[in-house]
């Protein structure tokens, strides 16, 4: 089965910085797969925040967080993380991760009903 796990959420004041990370289950591997983050606020549908082809470092961003946010992979761990920076009381969501075979690359990575997997999320909370 696979399972992917998020962490590295928590409470920050604006304009500071958390760095997220997903890990993979034992025995799977991101290779050939795009990882994407996403997050959900309260009352609102889940949105997409930026994806990355794992292997080759594609990446694609929504606009909402291009410049603030990086994503990256460290092929050696199978993990890849979110690195979120000046965070706004508006980014106070829910984050998740989620994975699906990646094929041609496109911003078509942003849009979360294409995943196949996906993480049980952890919570960003951004205090004024």
């Known amino acids: 089965e696979v399972q992917l796990v998020e962490s590295g959420g928590g409470l920050v004041q604006a304009g500071g910085s958390l760095r997220l990370s997903c890990a993979a289950s034992?025995?799977?591997?991101?290779?050939?797969?795009?990882i994407g983050w996403f997050r959900q606020a309260p009352g609102k549908g889940r949105e997409g925040l930026s994806s990355i082809s794992y292997g080759d470092d594609s990446t694609v961003y929504a606009d909402s967080v291009k410049g603030r946010f990086a994503i990256s992979s460290d092929n050696g761990k199978n993990t890849v993380y979110l690195q979120m920076n000046n965070l706004k009381p508006e980014d106070t969501a829910v984050y998740y991760c989620?994975?699906?075979?990646?094929?041609?690359?496109?911003?078509?990575?942003?849009?979360?009903?294409?995943?196949?997997?996906w993480g049980q999320g952890t919570q960003v909370t951004v205090s004024s």
């Open positions: 034992s025995g799977f591997t991101f290779d050939g797969y795009a």
């Open positions: 989620a994975a699906r075979p990646s094929v041609t690359w496109s911003s078509w990575y942003l849009h979360p009903e294409i995943y196949d997997y």
